[in-house]
């Protein structure tokens, strides 16, 4: 049977789930609509977007730039777009945070929704109104908090996705399970092989549990005051691991949560069991656990960390699988648990 759309609400964003792709022009404004896109999604979807204009950027982080954002700003100049027009951007998580963040600052912001193509983006990037680029290599230092009106996700179109993007959005259906829901951990730990074939219900209940945990999250915390930095589980080292190995984000998160997670149990929060599962699950779904080399390194880019606070940092740590803390820990002690730990 047909699984029924399913329509949630979060700071006013509709998240529309499991209409097909075609649909998507139900949801556009009445001014002129323009469609951000890359040459992947133009490839496979572009009989879909037709009738509009279209503005395509390359695929790959290097794109997230203040120069691309430039690049769009002169496109929706030449289109004459103004404060009723209408951005959707249509792609994976680089897609919609670089539209996100070009719609929420021209004419000081214009309306604007996404159509994640990719598990990472579905389960996480295009949701909680986050939007930004990156500058001299540090992950979404210049950004937004701005919500897109909506968010509509057809899995259909996971099918198309390559393997090796399956695995990327990964971790950060893991990283929701960790820090919020033990049972959607062992769901994830009973059925793993199913979610790598993205089987649908599978797959489905994956999605819409990882929404329930971050649409939860934003509303107590829209912009990142308090509990909304329990999103940052994973991400502090591994945007540093991002930055200098050149490893995908997904990937690079996977290790950053073994580090998270190998922390709370050197600090007795955490079982060493529970960190075995951890470290058990990401590996059986292809994901990389092993500490890099070269800490030095590592704690440079830490320390220019967007969540620094002074000579400290707020970190996430686990007591157990489903219950994170917010800790504020010295660069000093980390850099001392790092160095342990590698």
């Given at each position: 049977m047909k699984p029924q759309k399913q329509v949630y609400f979060i700071k006013g964003c509709q998240i529309i789930l499991d209409e097909p792709l075609r649909n998507f022009a139900n949801y556009l404004g009445d001014g002129k609509n323009v469609i951000i896109t890359d040459e992947n999604v133009l490839r496979f979807y572009g009989n879909l977007l037709s009738g509009y204009p279209i503005i395509t950027i390359g695929s790959g982080e290097r794109e997230k730039t203040l120069n691309t954002a430039k690049?769009?700003?002169?496109?929706?100049?030449?289109?004459?777009?103004?404060?009723?027009?209408?951005?959707?951007?249509?792609?994976?998580?680089?897609?919609?945070?670089?539209?996100?963040?070009?719609?929420?600052?021209?004419m000081?912001?214009?309306?604007?929704?996404?159509v994640p193509t990719t598990l990472l983006a579905q389960?996480?990037?295009?949701?909680?109104?986050?939007?930004?680029?990156?500058?001299?290599?540090?992950?979404n230092i210049v950004g937004t908090f701005t919500q897109p009106e909506f968010v509509f996700m057809d899995l259909e179109v996971l099918k198309t996705l390559p393997k090796r993007e399956r695995i990327n959005g990964m971790s950060e259906i893991v990283k929701y399970s960790l820090i919020g829901s033990f049972p959607m951990f062992d769901f994830i730990e009973k059925n793993w092989r199913d979610l790598l074939l993205l089987k649908r219900e599978t797959v489905r209940k994956i999605i819409i549990d990882s929404i329930r945990i971050k649409s939860r999250i934003v509303e107590i915390d829209e912009k990142e005051g308090g509990e909304r930095r329990k999103l940052n589980f994973g991400h502090t080292f591994g945007h540093a691991i991002e930055k200098l190995y050149r490893i995908p984000h997904g990937k690079s998160v996977s290790i950053g949560m073994v580090l998270a997670s190998r922390i709370s149990v050197a600090r007795g929060m955490l079982s060493e069991n529970d960190a075995s599962r951890i470290e058990t699950l990401l590996h059986n779904l292809g994901l990389p656990t092993r500490i890099p080399k070269y800490v030095s390194k590592l704690m440079e880019v830490v320390k220019n960390d967007k969540k620094r606070k002074g000579d400290s940092i707020h970190f996430v740590l686990l007591e157990e699988i489903g219950k994170s803390k917010i800790t504020e820990i010295s660069y000093k002690e980390l850099e001392e648990y790092i160095n342990d730990l590698c």
């Open positions: 690049k769009i700003y002169q496109e929706f100049l030449k289109l004459g777009l103004d404060r009723s027009s209408f951005v959707i951007g249509v792609g994976g998580g680089i897609v919609c945070d670089i539209t996100g963040f070009a719609a929420s600052t021209f000081r912001g214009i309306r604007f929704g996404f389960a996480d990037a295009s949701i909680g109104g986050k939007n930004g680029v990156n500058l001299n290599g540090f992950k």
